[in-house]
Nanobody, 121 residues
Framework: QVQLVESGGGLVQAGGSLRLSCAASGRTFSSYAMGWFRQAPGKVREFVAVISLIGGITYYADSVKGRFTISRDNAKITVYLQMNSLKPEDTAVYYC??????????????WGQGTQVTVSS
């Protein structure tokens, strides 16, 4: 069993940066790929990024490639999402999730409660 708690969201101006953290509990954290998803108002939840078990492989949505970086520290059982050059269209609730190395939600078994990111123009 893995419990996930996101933090680091907030309000930032366009062009700014934020770093999201996702702290996990449970000794099996390193057994899961970790992903970030987001859901904007009125839209379906969408894939943002995923990182493999030991961090050697990452995938990104085209909309964030080159601006966002996912990383993980298995010793600290935490996964991060560094977000640079933020745009108003990045405004959403961001969720971290633990599961398989995939871009689809149903491949993930564990979800956090989300953290709000708001980017003003």
């Amino acid at each position: 069993q893995v419990q996930l708690v996101e933090s680091g969201g907030g309000l930032v101006q366009a062009g700014g940066s934020l770093r999201l953290s996702c702290a996990a509990s449970g000794r099996t954290f390193s057994s899961y790929a970790m992903g970030w998803f987001r859901q904007a108002p009125g839209k379906v939840r969408e894939f943002v990024a995923v990182i493999s078990l030991i961090g050697g492989i990452t995938y990104y949505a085209d909309s964030v490639k080159g601006r966002f970086t996912i990383s993980r520290d298995n010793a600290k059982i935490t996964v991060y999402l560094q977000m640079n050059s933020l745009k108003p269209e990045d405004t959403a609730v961001y969720y971290c999730a633990g599961g398989r190395m995939a871009r689809v939600q149903n491949e993930y078994d564990y979800w956090g409660q989300g953290t709000q990111v708001t980017v003003s123009s």
